[in-house]
């Protein structure tokens, strides 16, 4: 969960320590990235990116800036042209204010030699509906949005094209189905936050974790892990796909254990 805003940087080359070593961009790092074709059709393919510290916070007073790099920039905005649905929860879109989920038209134009659409779909999960309508991204006449929400009433004053996916309660297996069945998506990228993210856990809804460790130390400046307090009754196990360096950053590509997931 980094800072959603683009920024024109020139790309750095990240070292890759593993599977084998080499150097590349964030770009030459995620061309091989096919969620889509990874699942079996059950659910849409779920992968989390997030950033934390050293000492596990994912965000300093409920902001990432403050934990975030160039090189973390520019790995989010690129597995941003690898799914079709950004998902995020309500707490996190409200306090990194989310704006159009691929600013950059070079980037729309990746996604659709991929096989996407130029635009991701953005999905907010909020059970409430506690959304200002004076969002960016809701104020983005560009912007496909469908919003879970347990609620029955409706966002007012949007420019975004909304809808709605209601169940009472939120039923995340349930929603992500619909997804799928209604939306067409067939991957997701997951930006948290960690409530969100404990939540798909527990219900084996994440298929990959991207885990960015900064060499940083938040201590009580910082706020939550980056899987929140899940109630898991054993820890989960995780297969290291990759990992990358770039000035004491590491950048690890992690599976969820098979047996912590449904199928996706």
């Known amino acids: 969960m980094t800072s959603a805003r683009a920024r024109n940087e020139p790309p750095l080359r990240l070292r890759r320590l593993h599977p084998e070593p080499g150097l590349l961009t964030a770009?030459?790092?995620?061309?091989?990235?096919?969620?889509?074709?990874?699942?079996?059709?059950?659910?849409?393919?779920?992968?989390?990116?997030?950033?934390a510290t050293a000492d596990g916070r994912a965000s300093v007073a409920g902001r990432t800036a403050p934990i975030s790099s160039v090189a973390d920039r520019q790995l989010f905005h690129a597995l941003r042209t690898r799914a079709d649905a950004v998902m995020v929860g309500a707490?996190?879109?409200?306090?990194?204010?989310?704006?159009?989920?691929?600013?950059?038209?070079?980037?729309?134009?990746?996604?659709?030699?991929?096989?996407?659409?130029?635009?991701?779909?953005?999905?907010?999960?909020?059970?409430?509906?506690?959304?200002?309508?004076?969002?960016?991204?809701?104020?983005?006449?560009?912007?496909r949005v469908v919003v879970i929400t347990a609620s029955d009433a409706v966002l007012d004053g949007c420019a975004a094209q909304v809808q709605y996916l209601r169940c009472t309660p939120v039923d995340l297996p349930c929603a992500l189905a619909r997804l799928r069945e209604q939306h067409g998506v067939s991957s997701i990228l997951c930006e948290g936050g960690p409530h969100l993210n404990a939540s798909l856990l527990a219900a084996g809804l994440i298929d990959e974790l991207f885990l960015t460790t900064v060499p940083k130390?938040?201590?009580?400046?910082?706020?939550?892990?980056?899987?929140?307090?899940?109630?898991?009754?054993?820890?989960?196990?995780?297969?290291?796909?990759?990992?990358?360096?770039c000035d004491g950053e590491l950048f690890a590509r992690y599976a969820i254990s098979s047996q912590a997931r449904t199928p996706a």
Do not use: C, K
């Open 217 to 245: 130390l938040a201590g009580s400046a910082g706020s939550l892990s980056v899987m929140d307090e899940v109630p898991l009754r054993e820890p989960v196990g995780l297969e290291l796909l990759s990992l990358l360096h």
């Open 91 to 143: 707490g996190t879109i409200r306090a990194e204010r989310y704006g159009r989920i691929v600013p950059d038209a070079a980037r729309r134009e990746q996604r659709r030699r991929n096989g996407l659409a130029g635009d991701a779909l953005a999905v907010i999960v909020s059970v409430s509906l506690d959304l200002p309508a004076d969002l960016p991204l809701l104020q983005d006449a560009s912007s």
């Open 27 to 51: 770009d030459e790092a995620v061309a091989e990235l096919r969620f889509a074709a990874a699942g079996d059709g059950g659910r849409p393919y779920v992968a989390v990116n997030m950033v």
